[in-house]
């Protein structure tokens, strides 16, 4: 690891103060991305503001039709929360499905998000349910939160503090997990609400996150794996790597959903 | 230097450290407890397993400065120096849980931390699933299956150490 200065603010407030004073700190919470990449010397933050002690960051609680769940929740707190596993069992399943235990101890829903790894569960969830993103600043609709691989629409000196997951009548995930690794070499993420029926992506597309609007549009006659039989998704702008090709991500694409509507 | 405190084993420690020092290099370099190893460095394998406040966590992902004002419990810990194994140090040793060894104490707190969170009874497929995170390279995994499902029954009524 490069050198970098380490702060510990009490609060959100401290914390956000700390980022805007130096444009090159990054924030750590649970740790699990980013000190892997400073140990590779992928990242040279000159300073890690840890909000591992501000409290109020780890609540779950359900909120009208939405379940609301702290930035700094672990993985584990997400997969073992009661409420979370009546209101939203699909929710508990993906915070479950990451890494390893050990992984799962320290990693939070908050630093997943701001990260934004192409290959990551989370972020279908959070398209694939809808979700908002509630920061120091604002909310972010989940559609207009995901900018790309490990790009999002925070701003330098902006914090996520909680995130919004609207229930869903149906949802269910199915991951083609990398056997190494553990992560998503393709997940597909269904949900219908009412009206709003979504299919998102991780782990294919070259940009990150994705919805598929011709899935979701013959989805809207009925929520069910007919109704995509022989649809396919071009390979165009899918992720090429030694893991695999754009066109076998593509076919997993169309496989995967094709088992959560099953499943849902 | 930033100062770093925990308590490491039920003993309390001080030490300054440099804010890059993991928490695996300050068991090993700065306290000397090299039970606690390094395999791959990238948090995939859990040779570097410990439990942190109760919890399995990877010491190689965990800086010792987020383990401040912490309980960190040890390989060396489990059992006194001069005394009887801890149960599941046992059930490694009887069932021939190991090889070379290299992995084993990161097995054995993952085996531990496993039992705290889900029982004595643990099946074979529950055990291989939460050792997701502990790879091997000798064993084959089934004697280190046999031992924790043994382990995990010889435990019943030892309470949480540290």
């Known amino acids: 690891m490069y050198e970098f200065k380490y702060q510990r603010p009490t609060s959100v407030r401290q914390a956000v103060n700390m980022l805007a004073k130096d444009p090159e700190a990054k924030l750590l919470a649970g740790g699990h991305s980013l000190l892997p990449v400073m140990k590779l010397r992928l990242a040279k933050p000159s300073a890690l503001v840890d909000i591992g002690r501000v409290e109020g960051l780890n609540t779950i609680e ?58 990551a569960d989370y972020p279908a969830v959070v398209l694939g349910l809808g979700a908002t993103i509630i920061t120091s ?111 076998y991500r593509a076919h997993l694409i169309a496989v995967l959903a094709r088992r959560a509507l099953a499943a849902a | 230097m930033p100062a770093v405190s925990m308590t490491v084993n039920g003993k309390a420690v001080t030490a300054d450290v440099d804010p890059r020092t993991l928490l695996v290099q300050f068991l090993r370099e700065h306290l000397r407890l090299t039970g606690t190893h390094v395999g791959c460095d990238t948090s995939q394998c859990g040779a570097c ?27 060396e810990g489990l059992a006194a120096p001069d005394g009887p194994l801890h149960p599941m140090q046992e059930a490694f040793r009887e069932n021939h849980g190991l090889q070379c060894g290299f992995c084993t104490p990161g097995m054995v707190m993952t085996a531990v931390d496993m039992v705290y969170r889900l029982g004595n ?25 046999k031992a924790i499902a043994a382990g995990a029954k010889t435990m019943k009524g030892t309470s949480k150490a540290a």
């Open chain 1, 137 to 247: 600043k604002r909310r972010i609709a989940a559609d207009d939160y995901f900018k790309g691989m490990f790009e999002t629409a925070l701003e330098p000196d902006e914090i996520i503090t909680k995130v919004s997951f609207p229930l869903a009548k149906k949802a269910a995930y199915q991951k083609f997990k990398h056997p190494a690794s553990g992560f998503a070499l393709v997940g597909v993420f269904v949900s219908k609400r009412s009206s709003d029926i979504r299919v998102a992506v991780t782990g294919a597309g070259a940009s990150g996150v994705f919805r598929v609007k011709s899935f979701e549009e013959a989805l809207k006659k009925r929520f069910s794996a007919k109704s995509i039989e022989g649809m396919t998704v071009p390979a165009d702008g899918m992720n090429t790597d030694i893991h695999g090709s754009a066109e």
């Open chain 2, 49 to 75: 397993v410990v439990h942190l406040n109760g919890i399995a966590v990877k010491s190689c992902t965990t800086l010792a400065l987020q383990a401040d004002g912490g309980s960190v419990l040890t390989s």
């Open chain 2, 121 to 145: 009874d643990l099946d074979e497929h529950t055990i291989r699933q939460e050792l997701d995170g502990n790879l091997c390279r000798c064993t084959g995994y089934h004697n280190i299956v």
């Open chain 1, 62 to 119: 359900l909120k009208g039709r939405s379940i609301v769940i702290g930035a700094m929740a672990r993985h584990v707190e997400v997969a073992n929360s009661p409420v979370v596993k009546e209101a939203l069992p699909v929710l508990a399943e993906v915070a479950g499905m990451i890494g390893d235990p050990a992984v799962r101890h320290r990693g939070t829903l908050g630093g997943s998000l701001a990260n934004n790894d192409p290959n």
